[in-house]
Every structure is written in C-alpha cells, then in structure tokens.
C-alpha cells in the first residue's frame, strides 16, 4: 500500500512563510508528476503547483513569484515553499502523486494539512 503524509501546515500572519513537506511510503516502483492542490472553504479544490520527475513545474497564476516546488526523488519527497503568504492562501493542502507499482499506475493524496494566513 502506498501512503502520501504531509506536514508543515499552520498558523502564519500574512506575509510569513510555510514550508510544506509530503514523503511517499511503500511499495512503489517510481513517482512520476507530483504536485500540491488547495481547498478553501466552501471552494473547488485547484492546482496550485506541479512538477514531473525532470524537475518541470507549473504553477497558478496566483502564487507564482511567492511559491516554489520542488523535490528530492532518493526521499520520494515533494516540499512547497510558500513565502509572502496572504489570507487567501488559506485551505487544505494536498499533496498528490502519480505513482507506478508493481502492476498499476494510479493518482494518490495525502489526508491534507491546513494552512491558514491570518491579515
């Protein structure tokens, strides 16, 4: 079984920075793209950044410039650096993962952790 954990979410005033951390466990074969989403209260989840095993990212338009990816494929780790926060980057953050086993491709998630940027 393969598992995706999170950690580094929190409390943070507006202009502060997070770094979030996402390890895969288990029995996995290779991680192709991984990326983190976000969910606000009462909105659809979106992308907020994705990078491939190369090291290509893509980013929404709303954090780019503040936010970086990254990854470090000997850990099947994937972080989010997150500076100049602002009160709308507040949500759950995911981190998901195309991930190839022994007999299957499919999309993983963690279980979220909350960022919330106060003003």
């Known amino acids: 079984q393969v598992r995706l954990v999170e950690s580094g979410g929190g409390l943070v005033q507006a202009g502060g920075s997070l770094r979030l951390s996402c390890a895969a466990s288990g029995s996995l074969f290779s991680i192709n793209h991984m990326g983190w989403y976000r969910q606000a209260p009462g909105k659809q989840r979106e992308l907020v950044a994705a990078i491939t095993s190369g090291g290509t990212t893509n980013y929404a338009d709303s954090v780019k410039g503040r936010f970086t990816i990254s990854r470090d494929n000997a850990k099947n780790a994937v972080y989010l650096q997150m500076n100049s926060l602002k009160p709308e980057d507040t949500g759950v953050y995911y981190c998901?993962?195309?991930?190839?086993?022994?007999?299957?491709?499919?999309?993983?998630w963690g279980q979220g952790t909350q960022v919330t940027v106060s003003s």
């Open positions: 998901n993962a195309d991930i190839t086993t022994g007999v299957a491709r499919f999309d993983c």
